[in-house]
């Protein structure tokens, strides 16, 4: 019988450490801004600015290698309403590897996604797509789209809120919101409960938060651009044109 190879054995590399929930001690939450920027193009104040919400409202995980964080994400409550319905989810942010450690099984796994969906007692995990290429990815992680790219008017943006589920942004989270797009240069306007975020040079609102109001006259002339938004399970029914 050939002896058995350990784990640590030549041609085979070590088995990556677990996702734990980081402590955001100095070192790692300059690490995480480094990734943020890296992963997203964020400036410094929003890089900061996003790992101070996490470190206020969710947590966030990684597999850290001698000091290194290796891997990382990060998770926070999001509750969804439909009329009087309401469901708990959990949004999965800023999901990164570190280049030296690509390419051998860091990022997140199935076993993953359903341990976070465990953890915060959550119906349904979801995340934002910047890319659909990673459609394929994230599907092999148990998501399905809910939502495609497009840019939609507001009538019609308002027509599907009635039928499915949103986000239900308390005012605690609705103001970590707007200080995250206001780090990253975002110019806000609001108008009968409407809140409208542009970025310059950009007509199409990038990210629309609605405080109640449904279709006030003035705001049917708004185009917003919704972005892919996959979920796990994927039989979420969901409308959403803020970033997750």
Do not use: N
């Amino acid at each position: 019988m050939p002896p058995r190879r350990s784990p640590a054995s030549p041609g085979r590399p070590p088995a990556p450490p677990p996702f734990v929930e980081l402590e955001l001690t100095p070192a790692e939450r300059a690490q995480i801004e480094e990734q943020l920027a890296a992963c997203f193009g964020l400036t410094p104040a929003a890089a900061r600015s996003w790992v101070e919400t996490t470190a206020g409202r969710g947590a966030c995980y990684g597999r850290v290698v001698g000091g290194q964080v290796a891997a990382s994400f990060a998770a926070e409550t999001l509750p969804l309403a439909r009329g009087t319905e309401r469901l708990t989810a959990v949004m999965l942010q800023s999901c990164y590897v570190h280049p030296d450690f690509r390419g051998r099984g860091f990022g997140l796994e199935r076993a993953d996604v359903d341990e976070l969906r465990r953890r915060f007692a959550a119906d349904a995990v979801v995340l934002t797509l910047f890319d659909d290429g990673l459609v394929p990815y994230w599907r092999r992680r148990s998501f399905e789209v809910v939502q495609r790219a497009e840019v939609v008017t507001f009538d019609e943006y308002s027509a599907r809120a009635q039928r499915a589920f949103s986000p239900a942004l308390d005012e605690r989270a609705l103001a970590a919101k707007l200080a995250e797009v206001t780090a990253d240069g975002a110019v806000l306007s609001e108008e009968r409960g409407i809140i409208a975020v542009r970025y310059p040079g950009d007509e199409v609102v990038d990210e629309l938060i609605l405080r109640g109001a449904r279709s006030p006259g003035d705001a049917k002339d708004l185009r917003v651009r919704l972005k892919t938004v996959m979920a796990s399970p994927g039989d979420l029914e969901l409308v959403c044109a803020i970033d997750l």
